[in-house]
Protein backbone atom coordinates (compact mmCIF):
# COMPACT_ATOMS: atom_id res chain seq x y z
CA UNK A 1 0.00 0.00 0.00
CA UNK A 2 1.43 3.44 -0.95
CA UNK A 3 -1.28 5.27 0.86
CA UNK A 4 -4.26 4.78 3.98
CA UNK A 5 -6.64 7.86 4.07
CA UNK A 6 -10.13 8.04 6.61
CA UNK A 7 -12.28 9.25 4.63
CA UNK A 8 -16.68 9.48 5.04
CA UNK A 9 -19.27 9.04 2.31
CA UNK A 10 -23.21 9.59 1.71
CA UNK A 11 -25.12 7.94 -1.21
CA UNK A 12 -28.35 6.58 -1.57
CA UNK A 13 -29.86 7.57 1.96
CA UNK A 14 -26.68 5.95 3.24
CA UNK A 15 -23.49 7.10 4.91
CA UNK A 16 -20.68 5.80 7.02
CA UNK A 17 -16.92 5.94 7.69
CA UNK A 18 -14.90 4.67 4.82
CA UNK A 19 -11.29 3.80 4.28
CA UNK A 20 -9.74 4.99 1.05
CA UNK A 21 -6.67 2.74 0.07
CA UNK A 22 -3.89 3.35 -3.18
CA UNK A 23 -2.11 -0.08 -4.11
CA UNK A 24 1.40 0.81 -4.63
CA UNK A 25 0.33 -0.51 -8.24
CA UNK A 26 -2.62 -0.61 -10.78
CA UNK A 27 -1.71 -4.08 -12.24
CA UNK A 28 -5.09 -6.38 -11.87
CA UNK A 29 -7.13 -3.86 -10.14
CA UNK A 30 -9.85 -3.77 -13.01
CA UNK A 31 -10.72 -7.33 -13.22
CA UNK A 32 -12.43 -6.85 -9.06
CA UNK A 33 -16.13 -5.73 -8.81
CA UNK A 34 -16.18 -3.25 -6.41
CA UNK A 35 -19.01 -5.13 -4.65
CA UNK A 36 -18.03 -8.63 -4.17
CA UNK A 37 -14.33 -7.36 -3.56
CA UNK A 38 -12.87 -7.86 0.19
CA UNK A 39 -9.62 -5.83 1.27
CA UNK A 40 -7.67 -7.79 4.10
CA UNK A 41 -5.58 -5.13 5.87
CA UNK A 42 -2.93 -6.34 8.58
CA UNK A 43 -1.69 -9.71 7.42
CA UNK A 44 0.91 -11.22 8.93
CA UNK A 45 3.25 -14.27 8.75
CA UNK A 46 1.48 -17.31 10.13
CA UNK A 47 3.58 -20.69 10.84
CA UNK A 48 1.89 -23.71 9.44
CA UNK A 49 0.44 -25.95 12.14
CA UNK A 50 1.72 -30.03 12.40
CA UNK A 51 0.21 -32.14 10.29
CA UNK A 52 -0.70 -35.48 11.49
CA UNK A 53 1.15 -37.96 9.69
CA UNK A 54 -0.82 -41.23 8.67
CA UNK A 55 1.33 -43.98 9.88
CA UNK A 56 -1.02 -46.62 11.89
CA UNK A 57 -0.56 -46.06 15.63
CA UNK A 58 0.83 -49.32 16.94
CA UNK A 59 2.69 -50.81 20.18
CA UNK A 60 2.87 -49.50 23.48
CA UNK A 61 4.19 -45.59 23.72
CA UNK A 62 1.95 -42.95 22.91
CA UNK A 63 2.89 -39.00 22.78
CA UNK A 64 -0.11 -36.78 23.64
CA UNK A 65 -0.40 -32.86 24.66
CA UNK A 66 0.41 -32.60 28.77
CA UNK A 67 -2.36 -32.14 31.67
CA UNK A 68 -1.32 -31.51 35.19
CA UNK A 69 -1.12 -32.86 37.01
CA UNK A 70 0.14 -36.09 34.99
CA UNK A 71 -1.32 -39.43 35.19
CA UNK A 72 0.29 -41.95 37.54
CA UNK A 73 1.49 -45.53 36.55
CA UNK A 74 -0.78 -48.12 37.16
CA UNK A 75 -3.99 -46.06 35.34
CA UNK A 76 -6.44 -47.45 33.41
CA UNK A 77 -6.56 -45.23 30.47
CA UNK A 78 -8.85 -45.99 27.31
CA UNK A 79 -8.64 -45.43 23.87
CA UNK A 80 -11.16 -44.52 21.28
CA UNK A 81 -10.94 -43.50 17.77
CA UNK A 82 -10.85 -45.23 14.01
CA UNK A 83 -8.67 -48.56 13.77
CA UNK A 84 -5.99 -47.23 10.77
CA UNK A 85 -6.91 -49.81 7.47
CA UNK A 86 -11.01 -49.68 8.02
CA UNK A 87 -12.19 -46.44 9.43
CA UNK A 88 -14.46 -48.37 12.24
CA UNK A 89 -14.26 -47.10 15.59
CA UNK A 90 -12.46 -48.59 17.95
CA UNK A 91 -12.38 -48.49 21.78
CA UNK A 92 -9.61 -50.14 24.42
CA UNK A 93 -8.55 -50.29 27.53
CA UNK A 94 -4.69 -49.98 29.11
CA UNK A 95 -3.20 -49.73 31.75
CA UNK A 96 -0.28 -46.94 32.29
CA UNK A 97 3.16 -47.86 32.75
CA UNK A 98 4.98 -44.82 33.32
CA UNK A 99 3.89 -41.17 32.39
CA UNK A 100 6.96 -38.68 31.23
CA UNK A 101 6.23 -34.97 30.60
CA UNK A 102 8.89 -34.37 27.83
CA UNK A 103 10.69 -31.09 27.82
CA UNK A 104 8.69 -27.81 27.57
CA UNK A 105 6.20 -29.42 29.29
CA UNK A 106 3.68 -29.61 26.45
CA UNK A 107 3.79 -32.94 25.60
CA UNK A 108 3.88 -36.06 27.72
CA UNK A 109 5.18 -39.40 26.38
CA UNK A 110 2.99 -42.25 27.97
CA UNK A 111 3.96 -46.07 28.13
CA UNK A 112 1.62 -48.65 28.41
CA UNK A 113 2.21 -52.30 30.34
CA UNK A 114 1.13 -54.26 27.04
CA UNK A 115 0.88 -53.54 23.42
CA UNK A 116 -1.67 -52.35 21.54
CA UNK A 117 -4.32 -55.08 19.96
CA UNK A 118 -5.52 -52.95 17.31
CA UNK A 119 -3.53 -50.33 15.13
CA UNK A 120 -5.19 -46.66 15.08
CA UNK A 121 -5.33 -43.89 12.99
CA UNK A 122 -3.78 -41.13 14.57
CA UNK A 123 -6.08 -38.82 13.70
CA UNK A 124 -8.93 -38.25 16.13
CA UNK A 125 -7.58 -40.38 18.81
CA UNK A 126 -8.17 -39.50 22.10
CA UNK A 127 -6.99 -40.99 25.42
CA UNK A 128 -9.02 -40.90 28.15
CA UNK A 129 -7.69 -40.82 31.70
CA UNK A 130 -10.33 -40.34 34.16
CA UNK A 131 -12.15 -43.44 33.87
CA UNK A 132 -13.21 -46.09 36.43
CA UNK A 133 -14.38 -49.44 36.29
CA UNK A 134 -18.55 -50.06 36.42
CA UNK A 135 -20.82 -53.08 36.71
CA UNK A 136 -24.70 -53.02 36.57
CA UNK A 137 -26.39 -53.10 39.67
CA UNK A 138 -28.54 -51.11 41.92
CA UNK A 139 -27.79 -50.84 45.50
CA UNK A 140 -30.75 -51.47 47.75
CA UNK A 141 -30.40 -51.21 51.77
CA UNK A 142 -33.30 -53.17 53.46
CA UNK A 143 -34.13 -54.51 57.21
CA UNK A 144 -34.23 -58.49 56.52
CA UNK A 145 -35.70 -58.61 60.26
CA UNK A 146 -35.57 -59.12 63.82
CA UNK A 147 -32.71 -61.67 65.05
CA UNK A 148 -33.95 -64.32 67.72
CA UNK A 149 -31.48 -66.60 69.36
CA UNK A 150 -34.50 -69.34 70.35
CA UNK A 151 -34.95 -70.26 66.49
CA UNK A 152 -32.22 -72.05 64.54
CA UNK A 153 -31.74 -71.54 61.02
CA UNK A 154 -33.28 -68.39 60.70
CA UNK A 155 -34.13 -67.09 56.96
CA UNK A 156 -34.77 -64.25 55.32
CA UNK A 157 -35.43 -63.15 51.93
CA UNK A 158 -34.10 -59.81 50.42
CA UNK A 159 -37.14 -57.55 48.99
CA UNK A 160 -35.92 -57.53 45.45
CA UNK A 161 -34.36 -59.63 42.81
CA UNK A 162 -32.58 -60.54 41.18
CA UNK A 163 -29.31 -60.47 43.48
CA UNK A 164 -26.14 -58.94 41.20
CA UNK A 165 -22.67 -60.79 41.51
CA UNK A 166 -19.54 -59.65 40.68
CA UNK A 167 -16.38 -60.96 40.06
CA UNK A 168 -14.04 -62.74 42.47
CA UNK A 169 -11.09 -64.39 43.34
CA UNK A 170 -12.93 -67.93 43.80
CA UNK A 171 -12.93 -71.51 41.78
CA UNK A 172 -16.22 -70.44 40.09
CA UNK A 173 -15.15 -66.66 39.53
CA UNK A 174 -18.20 -65.26 41.25
CA UNK A 175 -19.60 -63.65 44.73
CA UNK A 176 -22.67 -62.05 45.75
CA UNK A 177 -22.95 -58.10 46.16
CA UNK A 178 -24.62 -58.47 49.21
CA UNK A 179 -23.51 -57.65 53.01
CA UNK A 180 -25.35 -59.15 55.86
CA UNK A 181 -25.65 -57.70 59.40
CA UNK A 182 -26.38 -58.38 62.58
CA UNK A 183 -26.59 -55.73 64.87
CA UNK A 184 -24.39 -53.70 62.85
CA UNK A 185 -21.61 -56.47 62.52
CA UNK A 186 -20.75 -58.11 59.06
CA UNK A 187 -21.46 -61.98 58.49
CA UNK A 188 -19.56 -63.79 56.14
CA UNK A 189 -20.95 -65.90 53.29
CA UNK A 190 -19.86 -69.52 53.43
CA UNK A 191 -20.89 -71.96 50.36
CA UNK A 192 -22.69 -74.69 53.18
CA UNK A 193 -23.42 -74.39 56.43
CA UNK A 194 -22.51 -77.69 57.48
CA UNK A 195 -18.70 -76.88 57.38
CA UNK A 196 -19.22 -73.63 60.02
CA UNK A 197 -18.72 -73.81 63.99
CA UNK A 198 -20.95 -73.02 66.58
CA UNK A 199 -19.23 -69.42 67.09
CA UNK A 200 -18.89 -68.83 63.12
CA UNK A 201 -20.81 -65.63 61.81
CA UNK A 202 -21.46 -66.77 58.61
CA UNK A 203 -24.31 -67.60 56.87
CA UNK A 204 -25.31 -69.18 53.32
CA UNK A 205 -27.45 -68.14 50.10
CA UNK A 206 -29.71 -70.42 48.64
CA UNK A 207 -31.26 -69.47 44.85
CA UNK A 208 -34.98 -70.22 43.99
CA UNK A 209 -36.05 -71.11 40.58
CA UNK A 210 -37.41 -67.76 40.16
CA UNK A 211 -34.06 -65.75 41.10
CA UNK A 212 -34.71 -64.77 44.45
CA UNK A 213 -32.94 -66.09 47.16
CA UNK A 214 -32.95 -66.93 50.90
CA UNK A 215 -30.23 -65.91 53.16
CA UNK A 216 -29.52 -68.82 56.06
CA UNK A 217 -28.08 -68.42 59.64
CA UNK A 218 -26.94 -70.52 61.65
CA UNK A 219 -28.70 -73.22 64.41
CA UNK A 220 -25.76 -72.64 66.64
CA UNK A 221 -24.06 -75.91 65.94
CA UNK A 222 -23.24 -75.00 62.32
CA UNK A 223 -23.33 -71.42 62.36
CA UNK A 224 -23.79 -69.08 64.76
CA UNK A 225 -27.49 -67.93 65.56
CA UNK A 226 -28.11 -64.26 65.72
CA UNK A 227 -28.54 -61.98 68.28
CA UNK A 228 -32.29 -61.47 69.71
CA UNK A 229 -33.32 -58.35 68.51
CA UNK A 230 -36.12 -55.45 67.15
CA UNK A 231 -34.86 -55.83 63.23
CA UNK A 232 -31.31 -56.18 63.97
CA UNK A 233 -30.72 -57.92 60.80
CA UNK A 234 -29.88 -55.72 57.86
CA UNK A 235 -28.65 -56.19 54.57
CA UNK A 236 -27.03 -54.00 51.52
CA UNK A 237 -27.07 -55.79 48.07
CA UNK A 238 -27.42 -54.95 44.57
CA UNK A 239 -29.67 -56.12 42.12
CA UNK A 240 -29.53 -56.38 38.14
CA UNK A 241 -27.76 -59.10 36.45
CA UNK A 242 -26.97 -60.20 33.10
CA UNK A 243 -28.19 -59.21 29.42
CA UNK A 244 -29.98 -56.21 31.24
CA UNK A 245 -26.76 -54.63 31.79
CA UNK A 246 -25.15 -54.97 28.52
CA UNK A 247 -25.38 -51.50 27.24
CA UNK A 248 -23.69 -50.34 23.91
CA UNK A 249 -21.53 -47.89 23.83
CA UNK A 250 -22.52 -44.15 25.12
CA UNK A 251 -25.71 -45.39 26.01
CA UNK A 252 -25.24 -44.33 30.06
CA UNK A 253 -25.37 -40.53 30.55
CA UNK A 254 -26.58 -39.94 34.06
CA UNK A 255 -25.78 -40.76 37.63
CA UNK A 256 -28.24 -41.84 40.07
CA UNK A 257 -26.02 -39.29 42.43
CA UNK A 258 -23.39 -37.47 41.10
CA UNK A 259 -20.40 -36.93 43.51
CA UNK A 260 -19.02 -33.45 43.39
CA UNK A 261 -17.35 -32.52 40.88
CA UNK A 262 -18.51 -34.51 38.34
CA UNK A 263 -20.57 -32.58 35.26
CA UNK A 264 -20.57 -35.94 33.10
CA UNK A 265 -20.29 -39.69 32.60
CA UNK A 266 -20.29 -41.84 29.53
CA UNK A 267 -19.12 -45.42 28.99
CA UNK A 268 -17.35 -45.62 25.91
CA UNK A 269 -17.09 -49.18 25.28
CA UNK A 270 -19.55 -51.38 25.46
CA UNK A 271 -20.46 -53.68 28.27
CA UNK A 272 -18.20 -57.39 28.73
CA UNK A 273 -18.20 -60.34 31.02
CA UNK A 274 -21.59 -60.17 31.35
CA UNK A 275 -23.70 -63.29 32.08
CA UNK A 276 -27.45 -64.17 32.89
CA UNK A 277 -28.50 -65.74 35.78
CA UNK A 278 -28.27 -69.86 35.56
CA UNK A 279 -31.44 -71.33 34.06
CA UNK A 280 -32.75 -74.71 34.89
CA UNK A 281 -31.29 -76.36 31.90
CA UNK A 282 -27.57 -74.71 32.34
CA UNK A 283 -28.28 -76.01 35.62
CA UNK A 284 -28.35 -79.56 35.12
CA UNK A 285 -25.54 -79.19 32.53
CA UNK A 286 -23.38 -77.33 35.11
CA UNK A 287 -24.13 -79.07 38.19
CA UNK A 288 -21.40 -82.50 37.49
CA UNK A 289 -18.54 -79.86 36.41
CA UNK A 290 -17.81 -79.14 40.12
CA UNK A 291 -18.38 -82.79 41.17
CA UNK A 292 -16.18 -84.06 38.14
CA UNK A 293 -13.28 -81.42 39.09
CA UNK A 294 -13.26 -81.02 43.15
CA UNK A 295 -11.74 -77.90 42.01
CA UNK A 296 -9.02 -78.96 40.64
CA UNK A 297 -7.40 -79.00 37.46
CA UNK A 298 -5.33 -82.44 36.58
CA UNK A 299 -6.16 -83.83 33.39
CA UNK A 300 -6.66 -81.97 29.88
CA UNK A 301 -10.64 -81.73 30.25
CA UNK A 302 -10.50 -80.66 33.75
CA UNK A 303 -9.29 -77.59 32.20
CA UNK A 304 -12.22 -77.37 30.02
CA UNK A 305 -14.52 -77.71 32.58
CA UNK A 306 -13.25 -75.25 35.06
CA UNK A 307 -13.34 -72.75 32.15
CA UNK A 308 -17.13 -73.73 31.96
CA UNK A 309 -17.91 -73.57 35.51
CA UNK A 310 -16.54 -69.75 35.94
CA UNK A 311 -18.52 -66.87 36.03
CA UNK A 312 -18.66 -64.94 32.81
CA UNK A 313 -17.26 -67.80 30.19
CA UNK A 314 -19.61 -69.53 27.73
CA UNK A 315 -17.97 -71.41 25.10
CA UNK A 316 -14.48 -72.94 26.38
CA UNK A 317 -12.22 -75.82 25.18
CA UNK A 318 -8.94 -77.32 25.88
CA UNK A 319 -6.63 -79.25 23.69
CA UNK A 320 -3.28 -80.27 24.56
CA UNK A 321 -0.21 -79.37 21.77
CA UNK A 322 2.84 -80.18 21.08
CA UNK A 323 5.36 -76.98 20.67
CA UNK A 324 8.55 -78.95 18.98
CA UNK A 325 10.10 -79.43 22.96
CA UNK A 326 7.17 -80.14 25.32
CA UNK A 327 3.15 -80.67 25.58
CA UNK A 328 0.71 -77.31 26.48
CA UNK A 329 -2.42 -76.84 27.49
CA UNK A 330 -4.03 -74.16 25.17
CA UNK A 331 -7.41 -72.66 26.40
CA UNK A 332 -9.76 -71.13 24.33
CA UNK A 333 -12.64 -69.29 25.76
CA UNK A 334 -15.24 -67.63 24.77
CA UNK A 335 -17.87 -65.27 26.74
CA UNK A 336 -21.96 -65.46 27.45
CA UNK A 337 -23.48 -65.80 24.17
CA UNK A 338 -19.94 -66.70 22.67
CA UNK A 339 -18.72 -62.69 22.95
CA UNK A 340 -15.24 -61.69 23.17
CA UNK A 341 -13.90 -61.80 26.75
CA UNK A 342 -12.12 -59.21 28.30
CA UNK A 343 -8.27 -59.26 28.64
CA UNK A 344 -9.27 -58.91 32.96
CA UNK A 345 -11.71 -62.33 32.17
CA UNK A 346 -8.97 -64.28 30.67
CA UNK A 347 -6.29 -63.13 32.97
CA UNK A 348 -8.57 -63.51 35.96
CA UNK A 349 -9.75 -67.14 34.49
CA UNK A 350 -6.05 -67.97 34.21
CA UNK A 351 -4.84 -67.31 37.88
CA UNK A 352 -7.96 -69.23 38.85
CA UNK A 353 -6.55 -72.22 36.77
CA UNK A 354 -3.19 -71.53 37.93
CA UNK A 355 -4.30 -72.10 42.05
CA UNK A 356 -5.84 -75.34 41.18
CA UNK A 357 -3.36 -77.38 38.65
CA UNK A 358 0.06 -78.90 38.22
CA UNK A 359 2.44 -76.20 37.24
CA UNK A 360 4.25 -79.26 35.68
CA UNK A 361 2.74 -78.40 32.15
CA UNK A 362 2.49 -75.17 30.39
CA UNK A 363 -0.67 -73.64 30.46
CA UNK A 364 -2.10 -70.77 27.25
CA UNK A 365 -5.52 -69.40 27.92
CA UNK A 366 -6.60 -67.62 24.43
CA UNK A 367 -9.55 -65.65 23.50
CA UNK A 368 -11.52 -68.22 20.93
CA UNK A 369 -11.06 -67.28 17.57
CA UNK A 370 -14.93 -67.02 15.79
CA UNK A 371 -15.30 -67.75 11.97
CA UNK A 372 -18.23 -67.31 9.92
CA UNK A 373 -20.25 -68.84 7.30
CA UNK A 374 -23.43 -67.79 5.21
CA UNK A 375 -26.17 -69.84 3.83
CA UNK A 376 -27.79 -69.39 0.28
CA UNK A 377 -30.66 -71.53 -0.58
CA UNK A 378 -34.24 -71.18 -2.76
CA UNK A 379 -36.76 -72.48 -0.66
CA UNK A 380 -40.41 -73.24 -1.86
CA UNK A 381 -43.54 -72.61 0.62
CA UNK A 382 -46.16 -74.50 0.92
CA UNK A 383 -49.52 -71.42 -0.47
CA UNK A 384 -50.93 -72.38 2.54
CA UNK A 385 -48.25 -70.13 4.63
CA UNK A 386 -47.14 -66.69 4.14
CA UNK A 387 -44.29 -66.71 2.53
CA UNK A 388 -42.54 -63.92 4.58
CA UNK A 389 -43.73 -65.71 7.73
CA UNK A 390 -41.88 -68.95 6.45
CA UNK A 391 -38.69 -67.44 5.74
CA UNK A 392 -38.32 -65.71 8.95
CA UNK A 393 -39.19 -69.05 10.68
CA UNK A 394 -36.48 -70.57 8.85
CA UNK A 395 -34.27 -67.92 9.73
CA UNK A 396 -34.70 -68.43 13.15
CA UNK A 397 -34.44 -71.99 12.97
CA UNK A 398 -31.16 -71.67 11.44
CA UNK A 399 -29.82 -69.34 14.03
CA UNK A 400 -31.09 -71.17 17.03
CA UNK A 401 -28.97 -73.98 15.33
CA UNK A 402 -26.02 -72.66 14.18
CA UNK A 403 -25.82 -69.58 15.68
CA UNK A 404 -22.30 -68.45 17.85
CA UNK A 405 -23.97 -69.14 21.40
CA UNK A 406 -25.12 -72.56 20.87
CA UNK A 407 -22.42 -73.52 18.66
CA UNK A 408 -19.24 -75.50 20.30
CA UNK A 409 -15.60 -74.92 19.25
CA UNK A 410 -13.87 -76.73 16.86
CA UNK A 411 -17.28 -78.19 14.76
CA UNK A 412 -17.47 -78.03 11.54
CA UNK A 413 -20.87 -77.53 9.37
CA UNK A 414 -21.88 -79.21 6.39
CA UNK A 415 -24.89 -78.41 4.09
CA UNK A 416 -26.98 -81.86 4.99
CA UNK A 417 -27.26 -80.02 8.52
CA UNK A 418 -28.56 -77.15 7.27
CA UNK A 419 -30.42 -78.83 4.97
CA UNK A 420 -32.00 -80.94 7.98
CA UNK A 421 -32.59 -77.57 9.97
CA UNK A 422 -34.93 -76.08 7.16
CA UNK A 423 -36.74 -78.56 6.02
CA UNK A 424 -38.06 -79.42 9.67
CA UNK A 425 -39.67 -76.01 9.92
CA UNK A 426 -43.51 -75.52 9.07
CA UNK A 427 -44.35 -74.03 5.91
CA UNK A 428 -41.36 -75.58 3.80
CA UNK A 429 -42.07 -77.56 0.98
CA UNK A 430 -38.96 -78.23 -0.88
CA UNK A 431 -35.61 -76.46 -1.22
CA UNK A 432 -32.42 -76.96 -2.74
CA UNK A 433 -29.21 -77.75 -1.39
CA UNK A 434 -27.90 -75.27 0.65
CA UNK A 435 -24.45 -73.66 -0.06
CA UNK A 436 -22.47 -72.47 2.41
CA UNK A 437 -20.17 -69.51 1.78
CA UNK A 438 -17.28 -68.14 3.81
CA UNK A 439 -17.51 -64.96 5.42
CA UNK A 440 -14.45 -62.87 6.01
CA UNK A 441 -15.92 -60.32 8.36
CA UNK A 442 -19.19 -59.18 9.64
CA UNK A 443 -20.26 -55.55 9.27
CA UNK A 444 -21.24 -53.21 11.75
CA UNK A 445 -25.11 -54.00 12.73
CA UNK A 446 -27.86 -53.44 11.14
CA UNK A 447 -25.74 -53.92 7.93
CA UNK A 448 -25.45 -57.70 6.64
CA UNK A 449 -22.72 -59.25 4.94
CA UNK A 450 -22.81 -59.64 1.44
CA UNK A 451 -21.87 -63.47 0.60
CA UNK A 452 -19.72 -64.42 -2.46
CA UNK A 453 -20.62 -66.19 -5.47
CA UNK A 454 -21.78 -69.74 -5.45
CA UNK A 455 -18.13 -70.90 -6.75
CA UNK A 456 -16.92 -69.96 -3.48
CA UNK A 457 -19.18 -72.43 -1.44
CA UNK A 458 -17.61 -75.38 0.41
CA UNK A 459 -18.58 -78.80 0.97
CA UNK A 460 -17.99 -78.74 4.51
CA UNK A 461 -17.09 -75.58 6.55
CA UNK A 462 -14.21 -76.41 9.16
CA UNK A 463 -12.86 -75.06 12.14
CA UNK A 464 -9.77 -75.86 14.07
CA UNK A 465 -8.89 -76.79 17.48
CA UNK A 466 -6.32 -75.52 19.46
CA UNK A 467 -3.09 -75.69 17.95
CA UNK A 468 1.24 -74.51 17.92
CA UNK A 469 1.72 -72.39 14.88
CA UNK A 470 5.57 -73.49 13.79
CA UNK A 471 5.25 -70.55 10.88
CA UNK A 472 4.83 -67.71 13.62
CA UNK A 473 7.73 -65.51 14.34
CA UNK A 474 8.15 -66.33 17.07
CA UNK A 475 6.20 -69.42 17.02
CA UNK A 476 3.14 -69.21 19.20
CA UNK A 477 -0.30 -70.84 20.21
CA UNK A 478 -3.28 -70.30 18.05
CA UNK A 479 -7.08 -70.83 20.12
CA UNK A 480 -9.67 -72.91 18.75
CA UNK A 481 -12.32 -71.87 16.29
CA UNK A 482 -16.06 -71.21 16.91
CA UNK A 483 -17.74 -71.79 13.63
CA UNK A 484 -20.99 -69.63 12.97
CA UNK A 485 -23.61 -69.07 10.82
CA UNK A 486 -23.05 -64.85 10.62
CA UNK A 487 -26.11 -62.68 11.49
CA UNK A 488 -27.95 -62.10 8.84
CA UNK A 489 -25.58 -63.75 6.54
CA UNK A 490 -28.19 -66.20 4.78
CA UNK A 491 -29.93 -65.30 1.34
CA UNK A 492 -32.97 -66.73 -0.03
CA UNK A 493 -34.18 -67.96 -3.78
CA UNK A 494 -37.19 -68.80 -4.77
CA UNK A 495 -38.72 -72.72 -6.55
CA UNK A 496 -41.73 -72.78 -8.23
CA UNK A 497 -43.33 -76.14 -7.92
Keep these: ?7 G ?27 RTSVLCGSVLLAGGEQPDDLALTGRTLVVAACDPPPLAGRRVVLRGLEHTTGAPAVETATLQSCVVDAGGATMT ?18 LANVCLATHGETVAQVLGSGDARAGFATFRPRRAPLTHVRATTPDGEQAALVVRVDGVAWTEIAALEDAGPQDRVYALHADEDGAVRIVLGDGVHGARPASGQENVTATYRVGIGAAGAVDAGQLSLLPRR ?3 VKAVTNPAPAQDWADAETIEQARTNAPLRVRTLDRAVSVADHEDVARGYAGIGPARADLVWDGRAHRVVLSVLGS ?29 LPGAQTWFGVRVEVAHDPAFERDAVLAAVADALAAGFGAPVRPFATSVSPAAVLVAIRG ?12 LPVASLP ?35 PAELLALGPGAIEFGEVLL
Design 259 to 261: PFG
Design 110 to 127: LTLTADLTRAYSRRGLVV
Design 1 to 7: MSDVVLD
Design 337 to 365: EATTPSNDLVAALRAALVAVRDPGTALEV
Design 9 to 35: AAKWTLSGPTTVVTPDTETGISVFDRQ
Design 444 to 478: ALPEVPVLPPDSAALAVVPALPGRWDVAAVPAAAL
Design 425 to 436: VPGVAACTMPRL
